[in-house]
């Protein structure tokens, strides 16, 4: 789904008049970098998962004029755009579309993450033909639908690929359940050439309220993570699950602070998840929150959170 002139034009004067943090009260004068940047145009790429139930809310067409104009104020400067499951038969328009976004230098797309199936034979052949792109980052397969099996990334077809990727000098992000990170340490065992990003703090849940198995459990799991040097984790996702009672910032801090804890903030990037996160809040909702939750620690830190970790890990 390459841009039309028309939309290039429309998107960089979008993009040239984003305003400085400064301009969210209260916010950080820092610039931000958003690592996980959904774009869609379902007229051209097929995503499936949005035709289910529940996810009605967000299956519209979102462009990336439509992010800029989400993002005005908020101090965004660089985005990294993160695949979104679409058909495998769509994959490539996806790739081409990230390529010639990046390519074009007129928005705030730098690079992306596109979708892969690590299980299949072909996905040597497939990853190959990116090596030497420099906008593909890495690839993803989200591990936790339905229909994909609990320990899949443990497959023997799947490890190789990511060892793959490690050779190439491409990176994997890890999407699972909270209830299998264990497995996703022992890849990140399993692989110690390819750099890992563990989405969406593990996909722990606000519910737990920092407490109890569910909780506990989780907990180790990214203690066990932050473990594995070549592992460092998003801060994303997680405030669709701040559906309780009582302010997000308090229901979503078990959650953050013990990410921030067990990776340092050398390891840690902040992501919008957009437009995902609008199940639950908008991008503007989701930066005051996140920017609340690290309000506490020395600017310094703040700023390598949401902008110093990224810029180095993504080379932008």
């Known amino acids: 789904m390459p841009l039309t002139r028309r939309e290039l034009l429309m998107t960089a004067a979008s993009f040239a008049a984003l305003e400085p943090a400064a301009a969210l009260p209260g916010a950080p004068s820092f610039p931000l970098i958003d690592t996980h940047q959904h774009l869609w145009d379902l007229k051209t790429i097929r995503v499936p998962w949005l035709s289910g139930k529940g996810a009605a809310k ?4 979102h462009t990336m004029e439509t992010y800029l104009h989400e993002a005005r104020g908020l101090g965004i400067v660089k985005t990294v755009y993160m695949e979104v499951d679409a058909a495998e038969e769509d994959q490539r328009k996806e790739a081409d579309f990230v390529i010639a976004t990046c390519k074009s230098g007129k928005t705030p797309m730098k690079k992306g993450v596109i979708s892969g199936r690590p299980g299949s034979p072909a996905f040597e052949a497939y990853a190959r033909s ?15 639908p339905a229909n994909r099996p609990r320990g899949m990334c443990l497959e023997p077809q799947f490890v190789k690929s990511i060892q793959l990727l490690g050779e190439m000098g491409k990176s994997y992000d890890l999407c699972l359940r909270p209830g299998e990170l264990e497995d996703g340490c022992r890849l990140a065992d399993l692989s110690p050439r390819t750099r890992f990003v563990l989405d969406h ?7 737990w309220g920092g407490k109890g198995p569910d909780y506990e459990a989780w907990a180790r799991g990214i203690t066990g993570f932050a473990k594995r040097k070549n592992v460092i984790c998003k801060m994303s996702g997680v405030i669709r699950t701040a ?3 009582g302010s997000r910032t308090e229901q979503l801090k078990p959650l953050v602070r013990h990410v921030i804890d067990a990776f340092g903030t050398d390891r840690v990037i902040w992501a919008s998840d957009w437009p995902v996160c609008e199940f639950a809040a908008s991008l503007k909702e989701w930066v005051e929150v996140a920017h609340a939750l690290t309000s506490d620690l020395p600017g310094a830190e703040q700023k390598k959170l949401f902008h110093d970790n990224a810029a180095k890990f993504y080379s932008i």
């Open 58 to 61: 967000i299956a519209t067409p």
């Open 130 to 144: 990116y090596q030497d792109v420099p906008y593909i980052q890495g690839f993803r397969q989200i591990l936790h």
């Open 201 to 207: 703090c593990g996909n722990g849940d606000a519910s």
């Open 243 to 245: 559906t309780g009672s």
